[in-house]
């Protein structure tokens, strides 16, 4: 049906005149059947809900209620979002019959707000990986060929949105899980601010870096979703209590006088021709709407890679200790005393993703290596924030990829895991320095969408969006997805 291949807010003032909500959903059930068996974008459908759902909506329209913000968006979770009474996986044996007993706080607000739920996507496990390939329900393919990795690890959202299976989807952004399967598949993705969304019900991977973002087919959708997700959530104590604009009035305001930084840092030799070529020529399209473009250094990007695995992975041993076993989760059968059955459970229920990265993180924390590990990792950490705040002394945006090469067949990387974390180099400083950062589409190689990344300052989503608002507009949309 048509509408689905429309952003929601070109829909929605059509939405109960032209279209019922029922209708909607049902359209957006059969879409998904279909497009399913090449994709495998999701986990879980939640058909039978989202039907009730619309529904319940319906009725209360027309008992007089007001229209939500979201009212009939068609809206997929990533599969380490809490959702009350339907299986939350995070893509690992694991977690494979995880009921939550609550709501993740952006889930109950989505709901509030008149979204409806269509279903639960795939992602590597515990969102540890660049591909999908690491969840352990098989990988989901990039909706321009499906031979493609949709990239991850919140691949499964990214896949929903650009094969128009869901009209818009959450992430989770912890070295660019958003970002880089937005890019790959041509959607936008939004890392916010650390502490701009409520974390309360995402299952935890990297507490220091784990932000939720959304993807949607545009930037005004992004703003819309962001609206209602966005804010303080006496449920999670690290939330800030910063105030939310409306990120959509911001949108049109254009980019005169905008001052946008290019860190060559950015541009070194890994780059790709292409995905280059692509991301300069959008930043000219800002110039030529009246930003001003100038170099900026970033020096410490150099060792945002390694400061990140040791971060991110110390972090992991951490959160990962409490799947022993003993409160939820996999129980391995028939161990005798604690030890078996923690060893027994660990072993049996995590990949090898998840087990490297344990591994990894123990050995960092461990006495005699903290402190030129794990310590001098946070250093380099303060380093890269520094250079960030001097940057941002001179421009409002910093412009870049979101990723070296436009995109990588399903299996190309799989054998060497240091060629998978490569992937992330551009991303992951925005994770370290906590900056909101967005990947909008930017142009088109060989058949596959190239991303551009926009970064701003700590809870500068507004100008962020209005950037990125100003890229679309200036670049051609893409085609609809081969499928
Ligand atoms: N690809 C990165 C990793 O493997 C980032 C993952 C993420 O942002 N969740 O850790």
């Known amino acids: 049906m048509r509408w689905l291949d429309e952003p929601y807010h070109r829909l929605r003032p059509r939405l109960g005149r032209e279209v019922t909500l029922s209708e909607l959903v049902d359209a957006a059930l059969a879409r998904i059947e279909s497009r399913e068996p090449k994709v495998r974008a999701f986990l879980a ?46 893509g690992s044996r694991m977690l494979a019959r995880f009921v939550p007993p609550y709501d993740a706080t952006v889930t109950a607000r989505l709901a509030e707000a008149g979204a409806i739920l269509v279903g639960k996507t ?11 390939e690491n969840s352990a329900f098989g990988p989901s393919h990039n909706p321009w060929d499906q031979a493609y990795a949709p990239g991850g690890s919140s ?16 992430g989770s952004d912890t070295g660019g899980s958003v970002r880089l399967p937005a890019a790959l598949c041509g959607a936008v993705g939004l890392k916010p601010t650390y502490g701009r969304v409520s974390r309360y019900g995402l299952v ?43 990120f959509t009035r911001a949108l049109a305001g254009g980019v005169a006088g905008l001052r946008i930084g290019l860190p060559a840092e950015f541009f070194g030799p890994g780059l790709d021709a292409a995905v280059k070529s692509s991301v300069l020529a959008a930043v000219r399209s800002l110039e030529a709407a009246g930003a001003r473009v100038q170099d900026v250094s970033l020096p410490a990007v150099e060792y945002a ?21 003993v409160a939820y989760g ?47 990792a946070q250093q380099v950490r303060t380093l890269l924030r520094g ?28 054998a060497d895991p240091l060629q998978m974390y490569l992937i992330d180099t551009y991303t992951i400083p925005a994770n370290l320095a906590g900056l909101p950062a967005i990947s909008v589409p930017c ?41």
């Open 45 to 90: 459908v939640t058909g039978d809900q989202a039907r009730t759902q619309a529904r319940a909506w319906s009725a209360r329209l027309a008992a007089g209620e007001p229209a939500p913000p979201l009212l009939g968006m068609t809206m997929a979770l990533k599969d380490n979002l809490c959702t009350r009474g339907i299986p939350t996986t995070c």
């Open 122 to 132: 795939n992602l590597d496990e515990f969102a540890m990986g660049s591909s999908t």
């Open 155 to 170: 691949g499964g959202s990214a896949v929903a949105v650009a094969a128009r299976e869901a009209m818009a989807a959450l």
């Open 204 to 246: 935890a991977f990297a507490s220091s870096l784990d932000q939720v973002g959304p993807i949607t087919r545009d930037v005004t959708d992004c703003a819309l979703v962001l609206n209602v997700i966005a804010g303080r959530d006496e449920l999670d104590s690290t939330s800030a209590e910063a105030s939310v604009p409306d």
């Open 305 to 325: 890679l390694p400061t990140y695995c040791l971060i991110a992975c110390a972090e992991v041993s951490s959160n990962l200790a409490r799947y022993d076993g």
């Open 330 to 376: 996999h129980r391995a059968a028939g161990a005798k005393d604690l030890y078996t059955l923690c060893a027994r459970t660990r072993e049996e229920g995590f990949g090898a993703e998840a087990k490297r990265r344990i591994m990894l993180g123990t050995f960092a924390l461990s006495a005699g290596h903290y402190e030129g590990f794990y310590r001098k």
């Open 387 to 414: 250079d960030f705040e001097r940057a941002f002394a001179e421009v409002d945006v910093i412009a870049g990829p979101v990723a070296p090469t436009p995109g990588f067949r399903l299996g190309e990387k799989t």
């Open 443 to 483: 142009g088109f190689a060989a058949g596959l969408p190239i991303g551009l990344q926009l970064i701003a300052r700590a809870f500068d989503e507004a100008t962020l969006l209005r950037a990125a608002f100003a890229v679309e507009q200036a670049v051609p949309p893409l085609p609809e997805p081969p499928l």
